[in-house]
């Protein structure tokens, strides 16, 4: 009895004792790790967010032409960095006393840029899902923009796509229809309530019609341009959308992208820039799209 109550202890004593070298390698392991992600995968990870943070926001100070607010910032920051390495304590002062006013003041003069680069941000949906549009979609719209441009009739259309334009569909009256050429072409091609407006196309569909843009406040537009390409290019400025315009005086086609427009393009450019901003594939070329595209206008 002895023997076995000796045994039954020792070999309690050794489990306890495995177990124990057990919870202590594992220990280990996670002190391994943790060690691991603060001396190699921290610093990584910290770079890679902080280089992606400042890629998106020269992405937005591109597109809302706020550059020359960066450059008058890193201008400030420069001479208060040198009065300050070289002593100028005269300079510093009179820094320090204007800072506040510089910051307030930038804040009023530059209140357009800046409400754009929050726009930008405040309209981003990086996880939007939907139903993109298929090249079906583009034929209609290039389709249309053909046969209007023809009659000297103008058209705007809108492509939406991450950023959410509910606050402009909202200016307009919601349609949610099915996206055809004969649906445009009965918007602007008559004078009816909605031709003065814009087109919103979301999701393969007219979202809405008769919208209302805003418009761009750049000074160096060309004179020649209308109120369709001054509010195209004012869209473009405020979100990432896609606009095809067709000029009513002359019937030039343009895109117009990212602050940029692009005036009078070809049929197979419009189609080319399209597949690009719009992420579509296709097994079709562009010339076959556009060949497509004046056969269905033949046959109107």
């Known amino acids: 009895m002895k023997g076995d109550l000796l045994q039954a202890v020792l070999k309690r004593k050794a489990i306890a004792v495995l177990y124990g070298e057990v919870y202590l390698s594992l220990m280990e392991i996670f002190k391994n790790l943790i060690s691991f992600y603060q001396f190699y995968l921290q610093p990584a990870l910290d770079v890679f967010l902080l280089a992606f943070l400042l890629y998106k926001a020269y992405q937005i100070l591109l597109k809302t032409q706020a550059l020359q607010l960066v450059k008058g910032t890193l201008f400030t920051l420069v001479i208060y960095a040198i009065a300050f390495i070289l002593k100028l304590n005269t300079l510093l002062w009179l820094l320090n006393i204007l800072a506040p006013g510089i910051v307030i003041g930038t804040a009023i003069i530059f209140q357009p840029e800046l409400r754009k680069i929050f726009l930008k941000i405040g309209q981003s949906s990086w996880l939007r899902t939907g139903k993109r549009s298929s090249h079906s979609h583009i034929d209609s719209v290039l389709l249309a923009a053909e046969m209007l441009s023809d009659k000297r009739r103008g058209m705007l259309v809108v492509f939406t796509r991450k950023n959410n334009l509910k606050d402009i569909a909202e200016t307009g009256t919601r349609l949610n229809a099915e996206l055809s050429s004969s649906l445009l072409v009965t918007i602007f091609g008559y004078n009816t309530p909605l031709h003065d407006g814009a087109v919103i196309v979301q999701d393969g569909k007219i979202a809405a019609a008769g919208c209302f843009l805003p418009l761009s406040e750049q000074n160096d537009i060309r004179k020649s341009f209308g109120t369709r390409h001054r509010a195209a290019i004012g869209v473009s400025e405020e979100t990432d ?49 556009v060949e497509l595209v004046e056969a269905l206008k033949n046959e109107v």
């Open 241 to 289: 959308a896609v606009v095809l315009v067709v000029s009513e005086e002359t019937g030039a086609l343009s895109l117009v992208y990212d602050s940029n427009l692009y005036y009078d393009l070809t049929s197979a450019e419009i189609v080319h820039q399209l597949e690009k901003l719009l992420d579509m594939r296709s097994g079709v070329s562009v010339e076959e799209h």
